[in-house]
């Protein structure tokens, strides 16, 4: 077992003598990705999209209201039957619970559709970043937008710069 501790232990010895000349750099990754020129093209598909639910969601609003006044009208007006009344009554419901359903759908639609035109983005930040990384002999990169980095050295390398130029990004 001694045997086993000691060769682990001489096993090791190369990465720490090494482990001083190790080179760490962090980067603002979401400043990067807002800089890129492909977002004002993702930003306004993503507009365009909301737009055109915002218009659905619109009208099925301006109908869900036409029906519920003609409910209110029907509830006031002593000559209409309450077979109508319910029937009203269930049509405005129905109206209501589609309305929501449609909201929630298209919510989640909007997130995936943002995930969707955002993803190669996020892939050629990424290659760039792996790219940096290599060129320049970096052991690790992290991201000052996750919480993880909870300490940074004055020895480490902030490469946002370079990022940005491996991206043809001026600054």
């Known amino acids: 077992m001694k045997k086993l501790v000691l060769l682990a232990a001489i096993a090791a010895m190369p990465f720490f003598a090494s482990a001083q000349e190790l080179k760490f750099g962090y980067l603002n990754a979401m400043q990067v990705l807002y800089a890129m020129p492909e977002i004002s093209d993702v930003e306004k598909q993503i507009a365009d999209y909301s737009a055109q639910n915002r218009k659905m ?22 000559t209409a039957t ?70 940074k050295s004055e020895k480490a390398v902030d490469v946002t710069a370079l990022v940005k130029k491996e991206l043809g990004i001026k600054e």
């Open 57 to 78: 969601l619109e009208d099925m609003q301006a109908e869900a209201q036409k029906q519920y006044d003609l409910l209110q009208q029907m509830l006031q007006d002593a």
């Open 82 to 151: 309450d077979a109508k009344k319910k029937v009203q009554q269930e049509t405005v419901e129905t109206l209501a619970q589609r309305l929501q359903t449609t909201q929630v759908t298209i919510q989640q639609d909007m997130q995936q559709k943002q995930s969707q035109l955002l993803q190669p983005v996020q892939d050629k930040l990424q290659k760039a970043i792996d790219s940096v990384g290599k060129k320049n002999n970096f052991f690790m990169v992290f991201n000052l937008d996750s919480e993880a980095v909870v300490y």
